[in-house]
């Protein structure tokens, strides 16, 4: 049985950073893409960014150039890497792995940003 563990969620000032990680119980990166979502109160799980197999990246359009999605092979980690953060990205952080009919997600991990 697989599992997530997700770490580096908190508390930071608007326009701070943070750093998420997400580790895997066993290396997963060679054929499952990884992707990183988030859900505020009310609203519904949309995606943040997103990594494949063979390395394509995906960012929404709202966190291009301020987010960075990444991964550690030998760590069995994947990371993301979140600057210039803004009031309205509160909400819980969510890594997950896919690959077919098998999909994995992590506790999720809480970020808020407020002064």
């Known amino acids: 049985q697989v599992q997530l563990v997700e770490s580096g969620g908190g508390v930071v000032q608007p326009g701070g950073s943070l750093r998420l990680s997400c580790a895997a119980t066993?290396?997963?990166?060679?054929?499952?893409?990884e992707a990183w979502y988030r859900q505020a109160p009310g609203r519904v799980r949309e995606l943040v960014a997103a990594?494949?197999?063979?390395?394509?990246?995906n960012y929404a359009d709202a966190v291009k150039g301020r987010f960075t999605i990444s991964r550690d092979i030998a760590k069995n980690t994947l990371y993301l890497q979140m600057s210039a953060l803004k009031p309205e990205e509160s909400a819980v952080y969510f890594c997950?792995?896919?690959?077919?009919?098998?999909?994995?997600w992590g506790q999720g991990t809480q970020v808020t940003v407020s002064s």
């Open positions: 066993r290396n997963m990166f060679d054929i499952y893409s």
């Open positions: 997950n792995f896919h690959y077919g009919q098998h999909d994995y």
């Open positions: 990594i494949t197999p063979g390395d394509n990246i």
